[in-house]
Structure formats: structure tokens, C-alpha cells
């Protein structure tokens, strides 16, 4: 096996561009989820509630006063 360090090569420069695609996208998934709920959080201290909730797999945000849900909720995008 004159050339097995070429496919040794190729295999693990390959694995190691898949990782990093994968860890730059996980991260820039997580900057954009703190962002949107920047978004609700600001948003509902606007509307003068003391809590909310942030539904990331629908992207909605309730805000709360004293526990109980305002009448305002939103998508956020």
C-alpha cells in the first residue's frame, strides 16, 4: 500500500471539514436563538411584564404579570 496515506489523508481532512461545518452551524443556531429571545425578553419589559416565555420550536413568545398570561403573545421571526 504505496498510496494508504493519501486515503488516510483524504478521510480524515474530510471528517475534520464535516466537524467544523457542523460545530459553526450549531453555533451560529445558538447566536440566533439567544437573539430572538433578546427579542421577547426586551419586547415584553416593553409591555410591563415581569416574565415570559419563549417557545423556540414555534418561535412564540407569551409575556406573564404576577403569573398569569397577558393577552399579547407574538411570533418572532
Known amino acids: 500500500m504505496v498510496n494508504g496515506w493519501k486515503v488516510a489523508f483524504f478521510i480524515m481532512l474530510s471528517l475534520f471539514i464535516i466537524c467544523g ?6 453555533f ?4 440566533n436563538l439567544i437573539k430572538k429571545e433578546e427579542r421577547c425578553a426586551a419586547s415584553c419589559e416593553q409591555r410591563g411584564a415581569d416574565s415570559y416565555i419563549y417557545d423556540e420550536s414555534i418561535e412564540y413568545c407569551q409575556c406573564q404579570k404576577n ?6 403573545g407574538e411570533l418572532i421571526k
Open 21 to 26: 461545518v457542523i460545530a459553526i452551524a450549531t
Open 28 to 31: 451560529m443556531y445558538g447566536i
Open 67 to 72: 403569573g398569569e398570561e397577558m393577552k399579547w
